[in-house]
């Protein structure tokens, strides 16, 4: 895994097919998380496959979903598949909630 970024303690790691963020996503780093996750996708060709993993995002906000919807639509712009989304159970509640969870691909939370 390549770090991408390591902020605020947010941490951003590229792998094969693989973005994953972990720690607590609030509006001071979001934008930055978002441009550095935007400019790793722009750098995979066209009909790639994809998984995002946030199962380890657990205080949550909404910048977190802006992230979130954020790399969905530059990876179906730039024609790369979202195979799956994984969400810790706080950022899935807040999914839930605010009525996006359709908007998502597959989407698994951590057992609990």
Known sequence: ????????????????????????????????????????????????????????VERVSSAALSVLLEWTRRARKAGIQIDSVSLSEPLARLTRVAGLDALLPVTETPSS
Do not use: N
């Open 1 to 56: 895994m390549s770090l991408l970024l390591d902020q605020g303690g947010v941490r951003l790691e590229a792998g094969p097919a693989r973005l994953a963020v972990t720690g607590d996503v609030d509006f001071d780093i979001a934008a930055q998380l978002a441009d550095a996750g935007s400019g790793w996708l722009a750098e995979q060709p066209a009909g790639s496959r994809l998984e995002l993993d946030l199962h380890g």
